[in-house]
């Protein structure tokens, strides 16, 4: 079986574990949570030890959690990832905009103690509208940190409606090829495609790298897909049945 097989079929276990969570600990941000489950599976069978991760889309928390579970730790459950470096959590995240100038520092403090590993930093599309977003990218490239790659879960989707509803089209990977990015865009919830993007990403010497990976919010669940009002709703008795029935 190809690794690409293997990640699908954990896939599938990791959204009833993010469920499970959901379910324990009362956290509603479900949908967000779903869209990114492949890319943080895909991020977590590429990190070394020397690596660091930063979940700066902080409200899809639960995908961090049940991929970190799964991995041996055992980080404490929040609404939000609360800094906890022993059990895999880098920085408490939370306030959108925040966790990739965290990641800028620790790329550039990397560099200059000359140690080896990577940063990854997993943004959302309307975390994009946050101004340090941009400033963050100004001083990837004026550091020059080809140390860091950023990945964005582009879903459509932000807070209670449609980007395109509230900013309008982003044109996220025209801006950051002018800002001087190796910028792709990709299928989120294919692994293959994840996987060789972040092979090209690290590899690229000449250029930092911002990996869009086109995902869908609340994705495996039919009810909950690229439904706005699902950002924070928790589902009741027989949609949750229905949901355990559609992870099966």
Not at 191 to 211: E, N
Not at 230 to 246: G, I, N, S, T, V
Request: glycine letters at 8%.
């Amino acid at each position: 079986m190809s690794l690409s097989s293997k990640l699908e079929k954990k896939a599938k276990s990791i959204r009833r574990d993010i469920l499970d969570l959901a379910v324990k600990h009362r956290n509603s941000h479900i949908a967000s949570a779903f869209s990114c489950v492949e890319i943080l599976l895909t991020l977590y069978e590429k990190i070394s030890p020397q690596d660091r991760f930063i979940m700066s889309k902080g409200h899809g928390c639960l995908a961090l959690y049940a991929v970190l579970h799964s991995k041996g730790f055992n980080p404490k459950i929040g609404g939000h990832p609360d800094i906890d470096k022993a059990h895999g959590v880098e920085c408490t995240t939370g306030s959108l905009g925040h966790g990739l100038p965290i990641g800028v520092g620790m790329a550039f403090a990397k560099k200059i103690k000359k140690q080896k590993g990577r940063v990854f930093v997993l943004i959302g599309d309307g975390e994009c509208e946050e101004g340090t977003i941009w400033e963050s990218l100004f001083l990837i490239k004026k550091l020059s940190l080809l140390n860091i790659t950023v990945i964005i879960d582009n879903n459509g989707l932000q807070a209670l409606d449609y980007i395109e509803n509230v900013m309008g089209a982003l044109e996220l990977k025209k801006k950051f090829r002018a800002f001087g990015f190796n910028t792709s865009e990709i299928n989120g919830h294919d692994f293959k495609q994840l996987l060789d993007s972040l092979s090209r990403a690290c590899s690229d010497t000449d250029l930092p790298g911002v990996i869009i990976a086109d995902t869908v919010k609340g994705k495996g669940l039919s009810f909950m897909e690229n439904k706005p009002c699902w950002h924070a709703r928790f589902p009741d008795k027989d949609l949750l049945r229905q949901a355990y029935r559609e992870l099966t």
